[in-house]
């Protein structure tokens, strides 16, 4: 094993951990509301409805899928066959529970994998719809593979549909929007070792090591092209999905801004690029 793979190795296995850990916090979080999912909550945010579209009858794969809500509200929207994947059985078994206790289990499957494995490990050799995104890029240790493994599963006449927070928010940490406190050229890794969950930040946990990397947007796009996908769009938005900073207000749909009056920030991107 060369020095590379074993750093690469040591990466995703912390960062497993600190995610399986985390998986019973998440699912009895008022963020994720379960029991809201169950009574027929929609997790897809309005933007992504709109530039996905229709996706009735359409085979979906959502890369990354944590405890599998975004996954099967596609699903609820008519796609006929939906597929999860992420690296952390624990939030695969709540997705596996959560699809037959809302009767999706005959449309959805849900898969423990790496993303890396993605090809290897699912169903189906291609997908119409590669879904991926909300806070997903942030874990990857190389973007370039990470969007060779994504572009090999879109079907002829298909596409990837990314939506994520902005890298540009990278530069504030978690503190404020008014105070740069990080390179937005980082070239090295930011490893954390804190306790806590971005749903609860006062949670007792012990697996707190992990490593992600600050993708920047040209790093992104760049990725996505070199695959040989045809980039349709790439949108900024002015909302996000939780209130990653104080300053953030949340609006009547749910999503966060900055308050009235404040020079508006891009909050979150989307993306689409499909295959011929």
């Given at each position: 094993?060369?020095?590379?793979?074993?750093?690469?190795?040591?990466?995703?296995?912390?960062?497993?951990?600190?995610?399986?850990?985390?998986?019973?916090?998440?699912?009895?979080?008022a963020l994720y509301d379960q029991a809201g999912f169950r009574a027929g909550r929609d997790e897809i945010r309005?933007?992504?409805?709109?530039?996905?579209?229709?996706?009735?009858?359409?085979?979906?794969?959502?890369?990354?899928?944590?405890?599998?809500?975004?996954?099967?509200?596609?699903?609820?929207?008519?796609?006929?066959?939906?597929?999860?994947?992420?690296?952390?059985?624990?939030?695969?078994?709540?997705?596996?529970?959560?699809?037959?206790?809302?009767?999706?289990?005959?449309?959805?499957?849900?898969?423990?994998?790496?993303?890396?494995?993605?090809?290897?490990?699912?169903?189906?050799?291609?997908?119409?719809?590669?879904?991926?995104?909300?806070?997903?890029?942030?874990?990857?240790?190389?973007?370039?593979?990470?969007?060779?493994?994504?572009?090999?599963?879109?079907?002829?006449?298909?596409?990837?549909?990314?939506?994520?927070?902005?890298?540009?928010?990278?530069?504030?940490?978690?503190?404020?929007?008014?105070?740069?406190?990080?390179?937005?050229?980082?070239?090295?890794?930011?490893?954390?070792?804190?306790?806590?969950?971005?749903?609860d930040i006062e949670a007792e946990t012990v697996d707190n090591l992990s490593f992600a990397r600050l993708h920047?947007?040209?790093?992104?796009?760049?990725?996505?092209?070199?695959?040989?996908?045809?980039?349709?769009?790439?949108?900024?938005?002015?909302?996000?999905?939780?209130?990653?900073?104080?300053?953030?207000?949340?609006?009547?749909?749910?999503?966060?801004?900055?308050?009235?009056?404040?020079?508006?920030?891009?909050?979150?991107?989307?993306?689409?690029?499909?295959?011929?």
């Amino acid at each position: 094993m060369t020095s590379e793979s074993a750093d690469r190795e040591q990466w995703i296995e912390a960062n497993r951990a600190m995610w399986d850990e985390r998986v019973p916090i998440h699912a009895a979080s008022a963020l994720y509301d379960q029991a809201g999912f169950r009574a027929g909550r929609d997790e897809i945010r309005g933007f992504e409805a709109a530039e996905v579209g229709d996706v009735t009858g359409k085979r979906l794969v959502h890369l990354q899928c944590h405890m599998g809500q975004d996954t099967l509200s596609w699903a609820r929207r008519g796609a006929s066959k939906v597929v999860g994947l992420d690296f952390s059985k624990p939030a695969i078994d709540v997705a596996r529970d959560l699809a037959a206790d809302v009767g999706l289990a005959d449309r959805a499957e849900f898969v423990v994998s790496d993303v890396y494995e993605a090809a290897a490990s699912l169903p189906d050799e291609d997908y119409d719809i590669v879904y991926t995104g909300i806070g997903a890029l942030y874990w990857l240790p190389d973007l370039w593979r990470w969007a060779e493994t994504a572009a090999s599963l879109v079907a002829p006449g298909g596409f990837l549909y990314l939506a994520e927070f902005h890298p540009f928010l990278q530069v504030f940490g978690w503190h404020s929007t008014t105070e740069v406190v990080e390179d937005y050229f980082r070239p090295e890794p930011l490893v954390t070792d804190e306790p806590g969950s971005y749903v609860d930040i006062e949670a007792e946990t012990v697996d707190n090591l992990s490593f992600a990397r600050l993708h920047t947007m040209g790093d992104i796009v760049s990725a996505i092209c070199a695959t040989g996908l045809r980039l349709e769009f790439l949108h900024e938005h002015d909302v996000t999905v939780f209130q990653q900073f104080p300053e953030l207000v949340r609006g009547e749909d749910g999503m966060f801004r900055l308050p009235e009056g404040r020079p508006r920030l891009p909050l979150m991107y989307s993306l689409k690029a499909s295959r011929p």
